[in-house]
């Protein structure tokens, strides 16, 4: 079978799985942003109960592996009465377990704002609430985007392991696939190739378009 012919044949199958890649990066970004947001604000909280909520929360996501994660969402959480679909368990394990590495980068962004902008929230008045929403998290994504970009390129490489607990995603396509052709190069090199293209013409120009948009809504229109 020529490649051209294995693409004919398999190329659909490869496509949908493809999508269901997509659609596990999608809710797994969204999630990790959100929880990121939360945990990057909860970390710098002067409160030590808020703080150590977070800390917990990033220190066991942060040193424990994502497979072991992934696991445990899916095989462990049904023992104790809490049975998850396979794609919610991947978009679960994958936003938690990023989300604790975002959290980390927008405390560090939130740290790196200039003390004089916090100086003049402060000197108009600002509550800590509106302090931060009007001031700092303006400001902040210039200095957390690019990190962040980095970490959701590898979120989409990371998406490959939701294959091991059923979803049916463009790993586990190429996986059934080859079992039933024995073709590892043809399936495994497609998928391969499938990835970074998602990767280098869809994902990373998007980033950085974003990236773009965030430094000249600050003056700092970046090259």
């Given amino acids: 079978m020529t490649y051209f012919e294995f693409l004919g044949e398999h190329g659909p199958t490869l ?8 659609k596990v990066l999608v809710c797994s970004t969204i999630l990790y942003v959100i929880i990121s947001m939360i945990f990057g604000l909860m970390r710098i909280s002067k409160n030590p109960i808020i703080q150590g909520i977070a800390t917990v929360y990033i220190e066991i996501f942060r040193g424990t592996s ?3 994660q992934l696991f445990w969402f899916y095989y462990v959480l049904p023992f104790f009465g809490i049975s998850l679909e396979a794609f919610v368990a991947g978009v679960l394990s994958l936003g938690m377990n990023f989300g604790a590495y975002g959290a980390e980068i927008v405390r560090g962004g ?7 902008q916090w100086e003049a929230a402060h000197a108009l008045n600002f509550s800590p609430v509106k302090r931060i929403k009007r001031i700092i998290i303006p400001q902040i994504f210039p200095i957390v985007l690019p990190p962040a970009a980095n970490l959701t390129v590898e979120l989409l490489k990371a998406t490959s392991l939701v294959a091991l607990v059923t979803v049916v995603d463009l790993t586990f396509e190429a996986k059934q696939i080859n079992s039933i052709t024995w073709l590892s190069a043809q399936a495994f090199g497609t998928a391969l190739l499938i990835y970074y293209f998602m990767a280098r013409f869809a994902l990373v120009p998007f980033l950085r378009w974003l990236e773009v948009l965030a430094a000249r809504k600050v003056g700092k229109e970046r090259l």
Avoid: S
């Fill in 66 to 68: 994502l497979l072991v």
């Fill in 110 to 116: 939130i740290l790196a704002v200039p003390k004089g």
């Fill in 15 to 22: 496509l949908m799985g493809a999508t269901t890649t997509v």
